[in-house]
C-alpha cells in the first residue's frame, strides 16, 4: 500500500484548535477554571438538599464544564495519537492532562453527592419529569456508592493519576511509538512490522516474526516494570474501595455483573477445542504442515490473491454494506469520509492499530486507522466507522450519558464488520469465498477466543501481583501457559513468543478491557441470528434504537426487544455456534 499512501486522508484537527501554541487554548482553560470555581461554590456540600429543579440546574452546568474540558482533552489526545515521537506535542499533551486532572478533582464533590443520595431524597427527585430523564446518569453513580472512599481520598487519587497511572501510560506509549524494528534493510515501525505478519511471503513473517520478538525482548524490563506498576496501583485502590474480586471494579464501570462475564470465559474457554484447536489444525493442513509457527497464525491461504485494496474502493465496499442495513448508518459513516474525520495513513510516530475517539456531542467523532491495503483493514475500516456512528447516535444523549459501556461498545463496530463480510461474500466466487470465510473465522477468533486468552493472562497476572512483583520472565510464564490454551496445540509457540504480551496496549491502557471484545462479538452474533429469522426493516429500526440509547440503558433493557438476555445460559453458546458454522461453510469449500 506504500504507493498510494500519500492518496490516504490525514485528519484536520484545525475546527478544535489551529495547533498547539493557539492562545485559544489558554484562553478556554482559563474560563473552565473560573466556572468551575463558581461552579463548585455554588452546589459543594449542597447537592443532598437541592429540589429537583435545581438538580437539574446543577447536572446541566456540570455537564457543560464537562464538555468544555473534554474539547481540549480531545485535541492533546488526538494530536498526540499522531505524533507520538514530537517532545513539543508530547509536552502539550502532558500539560493538558495535568490542567485537566486539577480541574476534575475540583469537581469530583458532584459524582461523590450524588452517589450517596439516599432513596427518599432520590425517590422525590424522580416525581419530576424533567430529573426523570438524569435517572441513568443518576442509578450508575449510586450503584459506585459502596465503593466510594472519603472525598478527599478521592480528590487525591484523581490529581495523583496524572504523576501515577496517566504517566506510566503515556511511558507505555512513547516507548512503544519510538521502538524500531530491523527488517530486511530498513527500520520499521510497530505498527509496519506487525502488518508484516500477514504478509503472503512465508520468509516476510518469519523474519518479523522474530524481529518483533527480539525487539520486545531488549525492551521487556521497562513494560514489565509498567505492568507491575498498572497493576499493583489498581489492587491497591480496588483493595481500599472494598472490590473482592481483581475484575469487578471494571465489570462495574463496563455495567455488567461479575457472573455475567465469568459465563462468557467459561463457554469460551470450554469452546476453544472445536474453535481455535480446530481451526488452526485445518490452516497448517493448508499449508502442509502438522503445526503453524506462531507468525504464521494470520497468515493468508496459500492459494490467497494478494491483491491490495485501494482507499476509494474500501470506502466503497463500506458505505455499500451499511446501506443494504439502513441508509442512515451509511449516510453517517459517509460524513467521516467528507469531513476528513478519518486519520488513516502510516507514518512515524504514529500510534499503531486503529480507534475511534467520540470526541464531543457538540463537535463529532474522530477514527485513526493504519491502511495498508488488506482486506483485514477494510474490516478495520467498518469497525471504527461502526463505532463512529455509534457515538454521533448516542451524542443526543449529552456528554455525561452518551458513552455506552464497553461490553456494548464493540456492538456495532462488530456488527458493521459483519456487514462487510457478508457483502462480500455474496460477490465472490469459490476461491475468493474460501479466502474470506477463513479471514473471517480468524477475525473472529481473534475477537473471541484470542481476547479470552487475553483475559484469563490478565488475571493470573494480576492475582500473582498481589503477592510480589513478576519479573519480565515470570511474566511470560503466565503468558504462555494461558496462550498455549487459547490457540490450542497446532500453534508452534516458541521461547521467541515468550515476550509478545509486551506490545498489547489495552493491559496497560485499561486493565481487563479485552473481554468486552468478546462480549461484544457473542452479542452481535446472537443479533446476527435474530437479523437473519426476523423482520429485516423492523430489527434494524430496532437496531438504531438500541445505538441511540447510548448509556443510559444496560444491556439487558437493550436485549429485550430482541427476545435476547446474556442472563440465558444459551446466549453466548450462539456466538460459539456462528463460528463453528462458518467453519463448516469452509471445510464444505474443500
Known amino acids: 500500500m506504500k504507493k498510494s499512501n500519500n492518496e490516504l486522508p490525514i485528519w484536520d484537527l484545525t475546527e478544535i484548535y489551529k495547533d498547539i501554541k493557539d492562545p485559544k487554548i489558554k484562553e478556554d482553560l482559563k474560563n473552565i477554571r473560573k466556572i468551575s470555581k463558581e461552579f463548585l461554590i455554588s452546589w459543594k456540600d449542597k447537592i443532598k438538599n437541592l429540589n429537583s429543579n ?101 480528590e487525591i487519587l484523581i490529581e495523583k493519576s496524572a504523576t501515577g497511572r496517566s504517566a506510566w501510560v503515556r511511558l507505555f506509549d512513547e516507548t512503544s511509538a519510538s521502538l524500531r524494528f530491523p527488517f530486511k534493510k530498513e527500520m520499521v515501525s510497530e505498527a509496519e512490522i506487525l502488518n508484516y505478519l500477514s504478509d503472503p511471503d512465508p520468509e516476510n513473517r518469519k523474519m518479523a516474526g522474530q524481529s518483533l520478538s527480539k ?41 455488567v455483573e461479575d457472573e455475567v462475564v465469568d459465563a462468557l470465559v467459561k463457554t469460551v474457554d470450554e469452546a476453544m477445542p472445536k474453535l481455535t484447536h480446530r481451526y ?33 474502493e474500501a470506502k466503497s465496499i463500506v458505505l455499500e454494506s451499511f446501506a443494504s442495513f439502513h441508509p442512515e448508518i451509511s449516510k453517517l459513516a459517509n460524513l467521516f469520509f467528507q469531513n476528513n474525520w478519518i486519520d488513516a495513513k502510516v507514518r512515524k510516530g504514529k500510534a499503531s492499530g486503529a480507534f475511534a475517539h467520540p470526541s464531543i456531542p457538540s463537535l463529532h467523532p474522530y477514527v485513526l486507522l493504519n491502511y495498508q491495503g488488506k482486506i483485514r483493514d477494510v474490516m478495520t475500516l467498518a469497525h471504527e466507522l461502526g463505532h463512529g456512528v455509534h457515538q454521533i447516535l448516542a451524542a443526543k444523549n449529552g456528554l455525561l450519558m452518551a458513552e ?52 484469563q493472562f490478565e488475571v493470573k497476572f494480576h492475582e500473582a501481583r498481589i503477592k510480589s512483583e ?91 426487544p430482541f427476545n435476547l438476555s446474556a442472563y440465558d445460559k444459551s446466549f453466548w453458546n450462539k456466538g460459539v455456534s456462528m463460528i463453528s458454522g462458518l467453519m463448516d461453510e469452509l471445510e464444505k469449500l474443500e
Not at 280 to 285: I, L, Q
Not at 290 to 295: I, N, S
Not at 415 to 443: C, I
Open 54 to 154: 435545581d438538580l437539574v440546574d446543577c447536572i446541566e452546568q456540570y455537564q457543560n464544564i464537562n464538555e468544555k474540558i473534554y474539547k481540549i482533552g480531545t485535541h492533546s489526545n488526538l494530536i498526540f495519537a499522531t505524533n507520538m515521537e514530537d517532545p513539543e506535542i508530547s509536552r502539550y499533551n502532558s500539560t493538558i492532562s495535568d490542567e485537566v486532572t486539577d480541574i476534575f478533582s475540583s469537581l469530583i464533590f458532584v459524582s461523590l453527592e450524588l452517589s450517596k443520595i439516599s432513596d427518599d431524597v432520590f425517590n422525590k427527585w424522580m416525581l419530576s419529569e424533567k430529573a426523570k430523564e438524569w435517572m441513568p446518569y443518576l442509578k450508575i453513580l449510586r450503584k459506585r456508592n459502596p465503593f466510594i472512599l472519603d472525598p478527599l481520598v478521592e
Open 215 to 255: 525487539i520486545l525482548e531488549k525492551n521487556k524490563r521497562i513494560f514489565g516494570m509498567i505492568l507491575n506498576v498498572i497493576s499493583r496501583d489498581r489492587y491497591i485502590e480496588d483493595n481500599k474501595r472494598g472490590f473482592k474480586r481483581i475484575v469487578s471494579s471494571r465489570n462495574l464501570d463496563n455495567d
Open 280 to 312: 488452526y489444525k485445518w490452516k497448517a493442513k493448508q499449508f502442509g504442515k502438522t503445526k503453524l509457527d506462531w507468525w504464521d497464525r494470520n497468515a493468508p491461504l496459500p492459494s490467497s490473491l494478494d491483491r491490495s485494496i485501494e482507499w476509494s
Open 404 to 455: 455506552t459501556p464497553l461490553t456494548l461498545a464493540e456492538t456495532a463496530s462488530v456488527f458493521g464488520e459483519m456487514l462487510v463480510f457478508r457483502k462480500l461474500l455474496e460477490d465472490s466466487n469459490d476461491k475468493e469465498k474460501k479466502q474470506l470465510l477463513a479471514g473471517k473465522v480468524e477475525d473472529m477468533l481473534n475477537t473471541v477466543v484470542r481476547q479470552i486468552g487475553f483475559h
Open 470 to 560: 513478576l519479573t519480565p520472565d515470570e511474566i511470560g510464564e503466565i503468558w504462555m501457559q494461558t496462550q498455549s490454551h487459547a490457540v490450542g496445540p497446532y500453534i508452534n509457540l516458541t521461547d521467541e513468543y515468550k515476550v509478545l504480551w509486551g506490545y498489547i496496549p489495552h493491559f496497560v491502557h485499561t486493565p481487563f478491557y479485552v473481554y468486552a471484545y468478546a462480549f461484544g462479538d457473542s452479542l452481535v452474533n446472537a443479533l446476527w441470528y435474530s437479523y437473519q429469522n426476523s423482520d429485516k426493516n423492523a430489527f434494524a429500526e430496532k437496531y438504531l434504537d438500541m445505538l441511540s440509547a447510548g448509556g443510559t440503558k444496560g444491556h439487558n433493557d437493550l436485549l429485550k
